[in-house]
């Protein structure tokens, strides 16, 4: 039921043999279903704002047959609802700005990815995401997190306030992800210049389109 919820396919999700009862005949395939239920069961109770996170394990079918089980370590966080200006819950709460919880969800992927090899771009379709506001970093080949709005029909469901958002992060894939080579030069002889650049862009454009033609500009 949680899964259903939440947009996801339990087909995907591998069978429990000797279940205790019907909610627990899958193994989890995300932890996102679970943060959602904890927050649910928190806004019913009149928190007005909360921040969560679990690390833990995942497990997907693999193979052909669908009799491979694929086991991975994530770590996923979800924001919602009205928050404080400071993050130590000090100051008065404030009302949600548009997109705040997006950028502090991708914000927290960027701290976690500081210092590995990752390149940011548009996500493989994902239902617990909204699909226009929704980011995934890759290492070659593979994909190292996703973070973004949560989808609508999934914050419905659970009678979540809109603009919550999410993170997934593959613990296991970083672990094996090559870290960032440092850089150095010499410091310029010449003052330095601070340049503010507006782009205009259709709206059809993707942000991978952008970053592409921005980063085949001579330097």
Do not use: M
Not at 15 to 21: I, M, R
Not at 49 to 66: A, I, N, P, Q, T
Not at 146 to 156: E, F, I, N, T
Not at 172 to 177: P, T
């Amino acid at each position: 039921l949680e899964l259903k919820r939440s947009g996801l396919e339990a087909g995907a999700a591998p069978e429990v043999l000797n279940p205790l009862s019907e909610d627990w005949a899958h193994l989890r395939p995300s932890l996102v279903p679970g943060l959602l239920k904890a927050a649910a069961y928190n806004f019913r109770r009149g928190v007005r704002g909360l921040r969560l996170f679990e690390l833990g394990r995942v497990y997907l079918k693999e193979g052909k047959d669908g009799q491979g089980i694929a086991e991975r370590a994530v770590l996923t966080g979800l924001v919602a609802g009205t928050l404080p200006e400071r993050p130590d819950w000090t100051q008065r709460w404030q009302a949600v700005e548009p997109n705040r919880h997006f950028y502090e969800a991708k914000g927290a992927c960027a701290e976690l990815l500081a210092g590995f090899a990752v390149e940011w771009g548009e996500p493989k379709p994902d239902p617990l995401l909204h699909p226009k506001a929704s980011v995934q970093a890759s290492v070659p080949g593979q994909e190292a997190a996703r973070a973004g709005l949560l989808h609508p029909s999934v914050a419905q469901a659970w009678d979540i306030p809109p603009g919550a958002a999410v993170f997934v992060v593959e613990l296991e894939l970083l672990s094996q992800a090559a870290r960032a080579t440092a850089k150095l030069e010499p410091p310029s002889p010449y003052p330095s210049i601070v340049r503010d650049l507006s782009i205009a862009a259709p709206e059809s454009a993707r942000y991978a389109e952008i970053a592409g033609c921005l980063r085949g500009l001579p330097s």
